[in-house]
């Protein structure tokens, strides 16, 4: 008989796939954390579990700021037409501060808008940008849009807004739909072959 670790292991498996970081919750999108797992690192599913290691997501997040800066900063030195103004580099210390600060989200947020305004990479009049609406997008793209009907897996009978191409949306589709060609272009490119 099975102990309730092992069978909810199991319903955990089925219920939540042992690919990506499903099972792993929210804890890679928190940057202030230290955190590690248990994962199955053999070919079926066993109860051979294997820690994962300390995992510090400030050092994590730190080494993918610093390797953002420095492709922008390449992008920018090869096109200076796309620079608006002479980039305060010092600025960047500050950003990353509030972007680890240990709060709760809405403290955590309020606290980042506070310093993108004091930073001069906003205005206090730029409040559309500063808040985050998940649905903003789906309301200026559809006419008909109903949040508990977008959120299903299919979604039959959407009505287009006049604007529609547009919409954040409609760029954001055309930018997924580019990314999947190269996706399948370099996967062919290397032998490999992925089901579409």
């Not at 990506?20 to 797992?37: C, I, N, R």
């Not at 200076?80 to 580099?89: F, N």
């Not at 600025?91 to 709760?104: M, P, Q, V």
């Not at 977008?150 to 997924?176: C, N």
């Amino acid at each position: 008989m099975k102990g309730f670790k092992e069978a909810f292991c199991e319903w955990g498996d089925w219920v939540i796939p042992a690919y990506g970081h499903g099972q792993a919750l929210a804890f890679p999108d928190l940057p202030y954390v230290t955190w590690s797992y248990l994962y199955d690192y053999s070919d079926e599913f066993s109860d051979t579990l294997k820690s994962s290691g300390i995992i510090d997501n400030g050092e994590r997040y730190k080494r993918a700021f610093k390797g953002i800066l420095r492709h922008l900063t390449l992008y920018l030195m090869a096109h200076p037409s796309h620079q608006e103004k002479e980039a305060d580099l010092d600025c960047l210390h500050t950003l990353f501060k509030a972007l680890l600060i240990r709060k709760r989200d809405g403290v955590r947020i309020k606290n980042w808008q506070k310093v993108l305004v004091a930073q001069g990479l906003f205005d206090e009049s730029d409040r559309d940008a500063l808040e985050y609406d998940a649905d903003r997008w789906l309301r200026d793209a559809f006419e008909n849009f109903d949040r508990k009907r977008f959120g299903q897996r299919m979604v039959t009978k959407a009505v287009l807004r006049d604007t529609f191409s547009e919409s954040k949306w409609y760029d954001y589709y055309l930018a997924v739909k580019w990314y999947k060609e190269r996706l399948f272009y370099h996967c062919a490119q290397q032998g490999l072959e992925i089901c579409r």
